[in-house]
């Protein structure tokens, strides 16, 4: 939570948003948005100072509980989600878009992509979700591409070359 005096004070004295935000330990973001409600709202340090932090809060309504901001977003069935994940060709662009399309033409609110998949892949990080990838013997490589290139010995020029995969 941001210190409004500490980032009010050094504005009335002039001194730049950005330097603010690296001594306030504040986003520049922050800073801008604390610095314009105080103008908008004709507050200044002398009037911040005597409020007490509760107050501060009260005053510039930014500290809100991100539950209550979600509280009307339709949550998607991740369990249902992540058994379509195991598909082939099922994405999570995929599974959102479907996810979109079950709410757009009603009055309820849903996750932008953004969300949807952060919130997904939490979803899927604390439920060990591993996909399972179901072959043919001999039908395809595959291949492990951390470390180094691959390198083979031309034998017409006896020459070691290095290549990648495609």
């Not at 520049?28 to 005597?50: N, P, S």
């Not at 060709?89 to 479907?98: A, I, N, P, R």
């Not at 979803?123 to 072959?135: A, E, F, G, K, V």
Request: hydrophobic share 35%; aromatic share 12%; net charge negative.
């Amino acid at each position: 939570m941001p210190n409004y005096v500490e980032i009010v004070r050094p504005y009335e004295l002039n001194i730049s948003q950005r330097q603010i935000s690296r001594t306030a330990g504040s986003g520049r973001d922050t800073v801008r948005r604390i610095i314009k409600f105080t103008i908008d709202q004709y507050l200044h340090y002398d009037q911040l100072i005597e409020l007490n932090q509760t107050e501060l809060e009260n005053v510039f309504g930014s500290h809100k509980n991100t539950k209550e901001r979600n509280a009307n977003v339709v949550i998607p069935d991740y369990p249902a989600l992540a058994k379509e994940l195991a598909k082939p060709g099922v994405t999570m662009q995929l599974s959102w878009e479907e996810y979109v399309d079950q709410y757009k033409n009603s009055d309820q609110v849903y996750y932008r992509l953004t969300q949807f998949k952060k919130c997904f892949w939490d979803y899927l990080c604390q439920h060990s979700y591993t996909d399972i990838i179901y072959h043919k013997v001999g039908e395809g490589v595959q291949v492990d591409l951390a470390g180094e290139r691959f390198q083979w010995i031309e034998q017409d020029i006896s020459e070691v070359i290095k290549g990648y995969l495609l």
